[in-house]
């Protein structure tokens, strides 16, 4: 019986799972179907984005689903492991759903912030709308922010606690529904400081490029999963301030 018991499949975690892949999978779906409409438009030139309009709404909901889109993946293992401590808690899908959310709205606010950079960067006439790439020089300078970062004690902080979900939870899960979205705030403020100097790679790359979202994204569920350890933080800080030095000497 407790052979048959144990063989049994947790139905709950592969819904849980499969909910979260979903939603990343609609994400890819929308940016993939975005990504086709500017290539149809070829070369052409855009005016800048209208702020106050439908065009203004459009593009932050652009950088929502890409944050989204790029993010859940990562955020797969500690979800589960969250889930599975919630096992005999009679509330845990509420709690699962809250923790989910509050690491969901921490990058929603990272979008919000990426389309006031994008306002500036189209009023400033460094970013182009249509493809949302920096020239060189502020490429460059971009690449030297990100590697400098890859090398700092705030990033290997940020990134243990990522790399390590029991230890996390552990030590900041808190009890209660305000305590299961407080848990998620906090997971997700770790996650953005772990990776959002990467994220703004993408304006180096072209936030319309889908290569540079699927790059960026293995990068990051590569820090977060694989026992890369600290040589790996200095080996690609020491590749983008390489990078970033390239761009700056090019322009």
Not at 186 to 198: D, I, R, V
Request: glycine share 10%; aromatic share 8%.
């Amino acid at each position: 019986m407790a052979s048959s018991a144990a063989s049994r499949p947790d139905w709950g975690a592969l819904v849980a799972a499969a909910s979260v892949l979903l939603l990343s999978a609609l994400a890819w779906y929308w940016q993939v179907r975005q990504a086709e409409l500017v290539a149809a438009m070829g070369d052409m030139r855009m005016p800048p984005t209208r702020w106050l309009s439908r065009e203004g709404l459009l593009a932050l909901l652009m950088w929502l689903v890409m944050m989204q889109a790029m993010m859940l993946p990562a955020a797969l293992p500690m979800i589960m492991l969250y889930r599975r401590c919630l096992q005999r808690d009679r509330r845990r899908v509420a709690k699962l759903w809250l923790f989910c959310a509050a690491y969901g709205l921490m990058w929603c606010g990272f979008a919000l912030l990426l389309t006031g950079l994008q306002a500036l960067g189209e009023r400033a006439g460094v970013l182009e709308p249509m493809n949302l790439r920096l020239p060189p020089t502020l490429g460059g300078l971009m690449l030297l922010v990100a590697g400098l970062y890859q090398l700092s004690r705030a990033k290997a902080a940020c990134l243990e606690h990522c790399q390590s979900p029991l230890q996390f939870l552990q030590h900041h899960a808190r009890p209660g529904l305000s305590g299961a979205w407080l848990t998620g705030l906090h997971h997700g403020l770790y996650c953005l400081g772990c990776c959002w100097a990467l994220m703004l790679i993408l304006l180096v790359l072209g936030a319309m490029s889908l290569w540079g979202m699927a790059l960026l994204s293995l990068l990051v569920l590569a820090e977060k999963l694989l026992p890369l350890g600290a040589g790996w933080r200095r080996v690609s800080g020491a590749l983008l301030i390489g990078s970033g030095v390239w761009l700056l000497v090019q322009a």
